[in-house]
């Protein structure tokens, strides 16, 4: 389930949302280091700055889900992305996963607007992804026949890891980790709820 045995071709055709996010978080990466932009203006104008978002620039609320710090940044979140994506987006289809991405990278901003401080500034996709492990977990507890028992197994193991170095980490968005799992969670148990949705 969470092994990658597609060949490029294969997978940018089974899994085709995942595909497009890390192929935007590749693109906007190559821009913000093309010399002739300025280095600083892509950050400047789409990062998550709690004190642009309280002067009305909302839509930080969504593209940090898109931008990362630093070349290891990106490749990190990149490389979780494909490892964890592809199956949740075999299992909703290609428009609840997309739904679920984004209302968890959200959720995760919206929190840290509400809780950090209005100098915090913050980019990755990471509370998004969170949201992932969070819709994993309910898939767990309440539908136990969409996931073996080895599968939930390693998701659980991976999500606890992966809660425990968010407070190991120095410079890590801890309530964008925190609000993501929890959004992602919710979301789960509404749509598995739902039988409508399955």
């Given at each position: 389930?969470?092994i ?5 071709k ?5 899994y ?11 693109v906007?990466y ?5 010399p002739?932009?300025p ?13 642009y ?6 839509w930080?609320?969504l593209t940090?889900?898109?931008?990362h ?10 490389f979780?992305l494909v490892?964890?994506g ?6 909703l289809?290609?428009?609840k ?5 984004l ?14 401080p209005?100098?915090?500034i913050h980019v ?5 992804i969170f949201?992932l492990?969070?819709y ?9 026949d ?19 170095m ?5 410079n890590?968005?801890?309530?964008a980790?925190?609000?993501g799992l929890?959004?992602?969670f919710l ?6 709820k739902?039988?409508k949705?399955?």
């Open positions: 389930m969470f990658r045995t597609e060949s490029f294969e997978f940018l055709r089974f085709p949302i995942v595909s497009i996010i890390i192929f935007i978080h590749l906007l190559v821009i913000s280091k093309i002739w932009v280095h600083l203006w892509m950050y400047e104008n789409f990062a998550g700055v709690n004190l978002i309280a002067d009305g620039e909302y930080r609320l940090p889900v898109f931008l710090s630093d070349f290891t940044h990106m490749l990190f979140n990149s979780s490892l964890f592809p199956a949740l987006e075999r299992i289809g290609k428009g996963f997309i739904f679920v991405y209302i968890a990278g959200i959720a995760a901003n919206i929190a840290t607007f509400l809780i950090e209005l100098t915090y990755g996709s990471s509370g998004a949201g492990f969070g994993y977990a309910s898939i767990i507890l309440f539908r136990k969409l996931m073996s028992k080895a599968n939930s197994q390693l998701i659980l193991t991976i999500t606890i890891i992966a809660l425990i968010t407070f190991l980490q120095p890590i968005n801890i309530t980790h925190f609000f929890l959004a992602g979301l789960g148990i509404a749509f598995l739902n039988k949705n399955w």
